[in-house]
């Protein structure tokens, strides 16, 4: 189940943007993001499984989604703000971003998984289906020798591989 037309591996954009249920998280209660007003700048992330972080500790929090987008979009990741605020829970690198090429990634499907520390002074646990970040998609911009040479480079770059991390150092 998925949001927007039907997508194969390596999606280019073509101008559609939405949410798909990564594989392996088939049939597995999870939920495709919604905004919960008309207002609302945010697709709200779930969890997908129940994750306990223990004080001072990072882990990583399984969505199973995976999401397209043209090719000169992002998906930015931010924690909600009452996790933040009443429970300490930070993103490990401030704001999470997805590229447009994550999708369909060989070794786990573009699958989007939130990296989280705690800050606070006690566990704490997100519960499976608890809203723990929001999604945005965002416009970005290349500077302009890039931009002419894009079309060409396509071509002969090779596709992403791996998750967190997999554009290298």
Same mark, same amino acid.
């Given at each position: 189940?998925?949001? #927007?037309?039907?997508?194969?591996?390596?999606?280019?954009?073509?101008?559609?943007?939405? /949410?798909?249920?990564?594989?392996g998280?088939?049939g597995k209660?999870?939920?495709l +993001?919604?905004?919960?007003t008309?207002?609302s700048?945010?697709?709200?992330?779930?969890?997908?499984?129940?994750v306990?972080?223990?004080p001072?500790?990072?882990?990583?929090? +399984?969505t199973?989604l995976?999401?397209?987008? +043209?090719?000169?979009e /992002?998906?930015?990741?931010?924690?909600?703000?009452?996790?933040?605020?009443?429970?300490?829970?930070?993103?490990?690198?401030?704001?999470?971003?997805?590229d447009s090429?994550?999708?369909?990634? +060989?070794?786990?499907d573009g699958h989007?998984?939130?990296?989280?520390?705690n800050?606070?002074?006690?566990?704490?646990?997100?519960?499976?289906?608890?809203?723990?970040?929001?999604?945005?998609?965002?416009? /970005?911009?290349?500077?302009?020798?890039?931009?002419?040479?894009?079309?060409?480079?396509a071509s002969?770059?090779?596709r992403?591989?791996?998750?967190? #991390?997999?554009?290298?150092?």
């Open positions: 189940m998925q949001q #927007g037309a039907e997508q194969g591996a390596g999606y280019s954009g073509e101008g559609r943007r939405g /949410f798909a249920i990564a594989k998280w088939e209660g999870i939920r +993001p919604e905004r919960r008309p207002g700048a945010g697709y709200d992330l779930e969890a997908a499984e129940t306990t972080i223990p001072g500790e990072r882990a990583v929090i +399984p199973g995976k999401a397209f987008m +043209p090719e000169d /992002f998906l930015g990741i931010y924690i909600r703000s009452s996790l933040a605020f009443r429970h300490g829970l930070a993103l490990v690198n401030g704001v999470g971003i997805i090429d994550y999708y369909g990634n +060989p070794e786990n989007i998984m939130i990296g989280v520390v800050t606070g002074k006690k566990a704490f646990t997100v519960q499976k289906g608890e809203r723990v970040a929001q999604a945005i998609f965002q416009p /970005f911009r290349r500077v302009d020798a890039e931009a002419e040479l894009a079309a060409e480079k002969t770059l090779s992403r591989q791996g998750g967190i #991390g997999s554009t290298g150092r």
